[in-house]
């Protein structure tokens, strides 16, 4: 019997909204079905394999640092901002002193004043059904908020630790630079090896507004044992740049979906630029598959997007809604 009910989104803690928002997911998940191989944006990966029987949802708070996620943090010794997730749930948040006075934002979504609106900003319509779930089951959506004309010399790192328990992990991270900002995020997925395998469905939303750079590093070094489902969405507004790069290095099977929306007048150059790698094994995902698709609509505000996805050829998705206040 599956663990992911209505019932157990609504077990979830957080602000009224929230709660909401959650039980709307779950329950549009209860209705709908795990995709199949034999639609396109599916062929040739392993989705069929999935049992999510397998895995029930963390019951538990973190409580301290594992050894492993310590000796990872000492890569970055220079950090403007630390955010910490095991198994979903958040560990701790911690801004340095200088950015902190001057603004910027680096926690739980669901504390932050604007936080309503910013969660499903970028991604106004789930991707796929696992994004659904990621909008049901995710314990503590983060954001990161870059504050207009700031500029963060040293990375904003984000860490999510998997213990090895053999449970379902939803995390979720917001993205919002302002207007004129430049910044450097590092988003991490990592485990120990030796431990039952995890259940991983991240999905990260990346919002560059106005003339905002933004450089984005998506790092998994899971361990072999684990399953990970991921989903990243970004919007880069008018005379914005943005910069990803997706490295797979672990996992049993992994799969990593990117669209990318480029608003605004055409630009005169390139805006969005992306590069991937993968280290498949035997058992693990086949190599990076990509296809590229670019409209202009007949309207004052044309756009462009890309998908990318790791072990399947893919469509764009989602189209970006108006901009939150924030």
């Known amino acids: 019997m599956t663990a992911f009910t209505p019932d157990a989104a609504g077990q979830l803690a957080g602000p009224d909204w929230l709660k909401a928002r959650r039980r709307a997911a779950a329950e549009a998940f209860a209705g709908a079905g795990l995709p199949s191989p034999d639609e396109e944006i599916w062929r040739y990966s392993r989705v069929a394999d999935l049992d999510l029987d397998l895995y029930p949802l963390a019951s538990s708070r973190p409580s301290a640092s594992d050894?492993?996620?310590?000796?990872?943090?000492?890569?970055?010794?220079?950090?403007?901002?630390?955010?910490?997730?095991?198994?979903?749930?958040?560990?701790?948040?911690?801004?340095?002193?200088p950015h902190a006075a001057a603004g910027l934002v680096a926690g739980p979504l669901s504390e932050h004043r604007g936080g309503e609106e910013l969660l499903g900003s970028v991604i106004t319509e789930p991707t796929d059904v696992f994004a659904v779930m990621n909008d049901a089951f995710a314990a503590d959506p983060l954001l990161v908020q870059i504050p207009a004309g700031m500029t963060v010399g040293a990375p904003i790192v984000v860490v999510h630790w998997l213990t090895g328990n053999g449970t379902a992990a939803f995390p979720r991270l917001v993205v919002d630079a302002g207007p004129d900002s430049q910044a450097r995020v590092v988003d991490i997925y990592a485990s120990d090896d030796g431990g039952a395998g995890n259940l991983v469905v991240p999905v990260t939303e990346l919002g560059v507004r106005q003339a905002a750079r933004l450089g984005y590093v998506n790092l998994q070094q899971l361990a072999l044992t684990d399953w990970q489902i991921a989903s990243t969405v970004a919007r880069v507004d008018r005379d914005g740049d943005l910069e990803t790069t997706c490295a797979g290095l672990g996992a049993e099977y992994a799969r990593q979906r990117t669209d990318c929306h480029l608003d605004g007048r055409t630009p005169s150059?390139?805006?969005?630029?992306?590069?991937?790698?993968?280290?498949?094994?035997?058992?693990?995902?086949?190599?990076?598959?990509?296809?590229?698709?670019?409209?202009?609509?007949?309207?004052?505000?044309?756009?462009?997007?890309?998908?990318?996805?790791?072990?399947?050829?893919?469509?764009?998705?989602?189209?970006p809604g108006p901009w939150p206040s924030g």
Do not use: Q
């Open 67 to 97: 050894g492993g996620l310590d000796r990872l943090l000492t890569i970055y010794p220079d950090r403007a901002a630390t955010v910490i997730t095991v198994d979903g749930a958040l560990l701790r948040a911690e801004v340095d002193g």
């Open 269 to 319: 150059r390139p805006t969005a630029t992306s590069s991937s790698a993968t280290t498949p094994g035997p058992s693990r995902c086949p190599p990076w598959r990509s296809s590229t698709t670019t409209s202009a609509a007949v309207t004052p505000r044309p756009s462009a997007r890309s998908t990318r996805s790791s072990g399947s050829t893919s469509r764009a998705g989602a189209s």
